[in-house]
């Protein structure tokens, strides 16, 4: 049992059979031919030779397949993590130099080691605080970068830098050099690019194609732009006209091999392979729960950081750079009935077959496809209306979002993402350190206690009844103690003050302290302190303290028993005076 | 109003009279008495020399005095901020070296700056997340680390390091250069000092005394001790055996001088400042708030922050290094009866004509006397007990002292702190992250509802009560959906799930776009979504939010209102179908 939740593969393996199959390589072919392109082109955007992109499509695939948990997800090189390996490994090498493809393939080892232990050491939740406001304006302002960085590409000129205004800059800069064949080459991909996707699939069912056969078609559409390009670049020698082409590349598959890992490298980065680490933890878990849904299957979180660590493990091995789940391949996946796993498998041999065919010929694609290929790929990244959303509910979870979004643009991915998980994290603290309180009162035949400024509700007088609406902890302890007092000073003439803990989920050793001091100062001021609705979590906690074996007043289960027990014990004490 | 919320003096100034006068004189002598030896010992422990203690325990006073709002609080060098002191600087210039001393100025105006600034900008607030067990645990560590670093003083021998495995490892290989003669001068000081603190007064009522003389006699006695070892040193010559003295010391008063303030050192020393600020600041609010409480006063935190800020600057502009309210000696000056912060602009005029007449004589003063001074002090700063205390009331505080605890002592101040604050806040986002629920059911006889677990409860079949004991935030929005579906999952039949808001006080965005999947889920799966016991502010967020507007099923001001309410909806829906 324990060994099948490792290795998913056991289970549904049993249950493969021809029909699996059949899905499985339909799926297979088709997400393969939409791979090629994406896989060179956003080994461009990382900062290295396009067949690794490539290299990054195989074995990836089939470790995935071993020890993933979705059905559906394809993983590989997608747009936001290329971007994040090239901002990362441009510190410590130059693009194009032996130590620059080494630093990748480190990084994607050390990703695949950090996925690994969080997996095995069941420590998923850490995603989660990459809050939905921070994903989504941290992804469109990526995705503005990397359409941004790909302008020079367009242009045929050269730019640098890995945030906006370095890339701005660098633009104008060389606005001068821009060489038209190449401007040429780009706006055709670009149009035909567009085209394919918005408009294709209409001009084909038209001609009377089937759906499903125009479905496919349109998705080979960016690999037949490659060929086209590739035609037009051999046919107008566009070499000799000052056209950036991907140019000779090693043929055939890279051997399998590990790279020499040194010290200092793996030092500085360390913290660049942990955020490209949950970053595409959380881009790729997000699509493989969307898809799961779908067919009402479950994903298990901590076993899917396994399957994402062996993947770029295997990646490092095979020669790759960083992967993980991408959201248009596996929707692609998913509707093109991939079954199991194994279709993800199919695919790294269609890949693998690929490579070796490709490459000979790659030398003369123009780099501007390729450039074309990634901007309308990313552009679907950039969605603003987050923005206009998180403004209407909530001003706090704005500021995370704007902070985020001009973080990344302005300063660069890793600042942006750790400025965005930062805030959040601030607010969070920040309100619950100053947290809201409410005097409650009972809202008139009912045994319900609520706001006396928010409801119509009777008060006992001499009795104050305040509603924490926070749990009690360090950050929000001298906060209740200048509340109650305030309170109490601001009511002339109370005898009974009841604490009503319904919002209070956890009282911890510094709030302790402070109910200690709530209790001794009002009994100084012959006031008695009682508590209402108080949590079993909370009470296990406080039953053997100091506090409430102290405690003036009384403990009550709700807030309506606080009341009767409160006037009660009046009733009594004056019987008893009286006496 | 507003100026004088700012100048304190403004206010208590004009009702000055004979009588304040009077108490704030007797106070400052007996405060001047007892600062001098330690002012003397704890520049020694910031690695300055020992008159830079009195430089800085004379402007700070005056300007505390303008600024302060507590009319107890005595700020000067204290212990803790001494060691940070050294810490910080030890790291950027050579002790004994001119960059040194100017270092620490420049320290003590950094801290002065942000202090000042945290007043301003009313961020007192930030020193509410060093949780009362992450400073007991820092404050047991230092004293220990304090009371090590004397050892050396003690024993004549030279010592390095500012934690604990440095300094034990230092006095090991040191061992064999004791010098005798600084031993037994060591010795009898704090056998002196330890008598006069323990016996002294007891011995002097039983003379004759009274209760008054005999407590001023007792607190002189340190001063005493100073004057008898260095008539010890003159007399037997200690210096040609060896003993380690004061030696010459410039005469006079310092210039009042701005360093050089380079800005490469501001940014080494940025972040230590801004830990010695925070950390000087509980300190002294805590002694402020505590004698202020004794005498029914009040204490503007805020205001506070730029008192010390003030004094801090002050102390930079003086010659001296950073300062703050120490609590023995406020425990004193409130004991001696200091009415207002006058009572620590005559203690300044105090320890500058002692600054003034005790220069000359402070050269043959042995180190090992402030060093017994520094032992005896900080001795009555190690508490243990707080670990127990933590252990026996919750685990989580009991992981943030002792991580405090030994972070401190191994790895040295600063490193301890900001293990302690960021293990306290860890453990908050991670109880945050994974809330308490509990599926609840009505308390026979009353409109309350409980734990099912933990009460006898009466519960409706088909309808599940969910109470979720946490805000909802992106750290817990997963696990919400996890929750509600597992629990969906194992109750077969349902029909209708209630979630029973009382404990939630905020939902964030990420929250809300988790509740809108769980109400999609639940309608694809033909169960209905209710509300119940949202709080207002919640509510008004809620309120205009897609979510509310398509709720499946409805809003309910109590959980018993939303059990009748849906019990009722049954009814009519049963009649609607029969008919």
């Known amino acids: 049992m324990r060994l099948k939740s490792y290795f998913p593969i056991l289970d549904w393996g049993r249950r ?48 995935y397949a071993i020890f993933g948990t979705s059905s559906a997800l394809a993983v590989g090189p997608v747009a936001v993590v290329s971007l994040m390996t090239a901002t990362a490994v441009g510190r410590v090498a130059a693009e194009g130099s032996v130590d620059y493809a080494s630093a990748t393939i480190i990084l994607a080892l050390l990703s695949g080691v950090m996925l690994t232990l969080m997996g095995l050491f069941r420590l998923g939740f850490v995603a989660n605080f990459l809050s939905h406001p921070v994903i989504s304006g941290f992804i469109t302002a990526s995705g503005l970068i990397i359409a941004t960085s790909q302008v020079g590409g367009l242009l045929g000129i050269k730019t640098e830098g890995h945030a906006l205004p370095e890339l701005l800059v660098s633009i104008y800069e060389n606005v001068g050099n821009i060489n038209l064949h190449t401007v040429a080459v780009g706006a055709v991909a670009l149009v035909l690019l567009l085209w394919i996707r918005l408009d294709l699939k209409n001009w084909l069912t038209r001609f009377g194609l089937s759906k499903a056969v125009a479905t496919t078609i349109v998705r080979a559409g960016p690999v037949l732009v490659v060929f086209l390009t590739m035609g037009w670049s051999a046919g107008m020698d566009l070499a000799s006209k000052g056209v950036s082409l991907v140019g000779d590349v090693p043929q055939g598959l890279p051997m399998l091999a590990l790279p020499n890992v040194s010290l200092d490298l793996v030092q500085q980065l ?32 901590n076993q899917e950081l396994i399957g994402l660590g062996a993947s770029n493990i ?97 300063l660069g991915v890793e600042t942006g993402i750790a400025l965005g998980v930062g805030t959040s994290i601030l607010i969070f603290l920040y309100r619950s350190s100053t947290p809201h309180a409410a005097i409650v009162g009972q809202v008139p035949g009912t045994e319900h206690y609520r706001n006396v400024k928010r409801h119509k509700v009777e008060t006992v007088p001499g009795m104050l009844s305040i509603r924490i609406d926070e749990s009690l902890y360090f950050a929000n302890a001298r906060y209740l103690e200048d509340l109650v007092f305030e309170q109490v000073a601001a009511n002339a003439g109370i005898t009974d003050v009841v604490l009503m803990c319904s919002a209070v989920n956890a009282i911890d050793m510094s709030a302790l302290e402070s109910l200690e001091a709530i209790e001794h100062r009002l009994k100084d ?55």
Chains 1, 2 share one sequence.
């Open 270 to 301: 360390a913290l660049p392979a942990l955020i490209i680490s949950i970053v595409g933890f959380v881009e790729s878990i997000s699509v493989a729960q969307t898809l799961a849904a779908k067919r009402r299957e479950r994903i298990t979180p």
């Open 314 to 410: 295997a990646a490092a091995i095979g020669g790759g750079y960083p992967v993980t789940g991408g959201f248009a391949r596996s929707v692609v996946n998913f509707d093109a009935g991939a079954a199991t796993p194994a279709a993800g498998a199919f695919t790294a041999i269609g890949i693998a077959g690929a490579t070796l065919l490709l490459t000979p010929f790659l030398a003369i694609l123009p780099k501007a496809t390729l450039a074309a290929t990634i901007v309308l790929a990313v552009l679907t990244l950039v969605d603003f209306s987050i923005l206009k959303r998180a403004w209407a509910y909530s001003k706090a979870d704005f500021a995370a979002v704007a902070i985020t979004m001009s973080g990344t643009l302005l």
């Open 16 to 63: 493969y059979n021809r029909q699996t199959l059949t899905s499985d390589l339909m799926a297979a072919v088709i997400v393969t031919i939409m791979l090629i392109p994406q896989s060179l082109a956003y080994a461009l955007l990382a900062g290295l030779p396009p067949e690794v992109g490539l290299y990054a499509s195989v074995l990836p695939l089939v470790a």
């Open 525 to 579: 001021a012959g006031v008695r302190l009682h508590l209402s609705e108080v949590k079993g979590p909370v009470m296990d906690r406080l039953a053997h303290t100091h506090f409430l074996k102290n405690l003036s007043g009384g403990v009550y289960l709700s807030q309506h028993q606080a009341t009767t027990g409160v006037l009660a014990s009046r009733v009594a004490n004056t019987t008893q005076t009286a006496a």
